[in-house]
């Protein structure tokens, strides 16, 4: 599966992008973040206030209970502040 | 239409294009976003984006505008990568036959792109860089189309 | 700023002209109205007006958008004399820090010039020629800026 | 007093500008309408239907029951349909 960071999540972590086999038990997009925080200093400081994340499963934005199952590309980013 | 892209662009060429060859059209919104150099705190602003959700999420937001409006063209166009005071960031345009569909749907537009086209302004000055924050104002404006179109239901 | 003419306009060179060396607008709304053909029953448009009233007027309604609405800058160009399908008619922009002064500005611009502007358009076609009717719409679109007022007051 | 048609009221009363000696006992733009009806075919069909013809009195929007005193130019036309 790839991970894609942006913004000041990608500076907190560290990671623009990667490809990860999933550990298991992981279903959603929460699960995924609660599993990322635990990879490092970086990455616990990206998702310390996972309510102020957002997430896309496949360049459609997610929910943090959206499934995870079938999804190629989950990307994490801060809420958006274009225009 | 959408285009994401580093290079300027020219707001009276876009609405040309718009317009070019056709007379059925009555009313043409356009919204302009520039760079604000926020009295002196802003030297540069830089535009990160998703691209392959960008194009994505904008065609999708302009898909929905013409469902909601009658209208006769649109146009999105978002610049990325470094800008200074003063430049364009977005050409928002809306042609329709009356102002009210053109108007609304150019306004739409703006607050759909602001609460969901991936992109995301870092700002540079003398007192360092930042990410922006997300403003609290552009959530409530989309939340009010969400209404409208409740209602209309 | 206030312009009534027969010459038409070129809406980019106008807008680059209201945001020259700034760099503390956030946004610009601009509004273009222009001739339709109605399915090719309009082949021509004459513009008469009141000229001493006109200007006067069009003042008017720019200082009470200014009065209600931070702006940085505006500009209402009307024209006038013998129009073609597809010509332009007039220009309304609006500039301010953020995009909902902007737009509720030029809104309310053209909704104030369509029922108050001394302005009368006579179209012809293949089946003769007529004073254009006043649209009831108009005077809705105006009478929401009372309510609006009277609400906040 | 200066008197302005604009639109089908001037194309149906014919006259684009007129100077004009007010006749006594007209006090209003409602008062001059009525007597303007009365000045031949043109007038009296420019002003049959005194609900549809608006009036501005020294280049301002005027009502039908605003007081002529102190006035110089009156001008009749349409509703408006400019923009």
Known sequence: MRLLYF??????TGVAAEDIDLPAGIATVGDLMAWLKTRGVGFADAFARTDVVRAAIDQTHARHDAK????REIAFFP????? | ????????????????????????IGAIVVFLGTVRDCAGRVKEMTLE?????TEAELARIETEANARWPLQASLIVH???RLLPGDNIVLVATASEH?????????????YLKTSAPFWKRESGPEGSHWVSADARD???????KAAKDAAE
């Open chain 1, 7 to 12: 913004a000041w999540v990608r500076e907190k």
């Open chain 1, 68 to 71: 995870l199952a079938g999804a």
């Open chain 1, 79 to 83: 809420p958006v502040t274009g225009g």
């Open chain 2, 1 to 24: 239409m959408i285009r994401v892209q580093e290079a300027d662009f020219d707001l009276g060429a876009e609405v040309a294009k718009l317009k070019a060859g056709r007379s059925d």
């Open chain 2, 49 to 53: 984006h998703y691209p392959a959700m």
């Open chain 2, 79 to 81: 610049r990325t990568g």
């Open chain 2, 99 to 111: 102002r009210d569909a053109a108007f609304a749907a150019a306004e739409f537009l703006m607050d």
């Open chain 2, 139 to 145: 959530a409530s404006a989309r939340a009010r189309w």
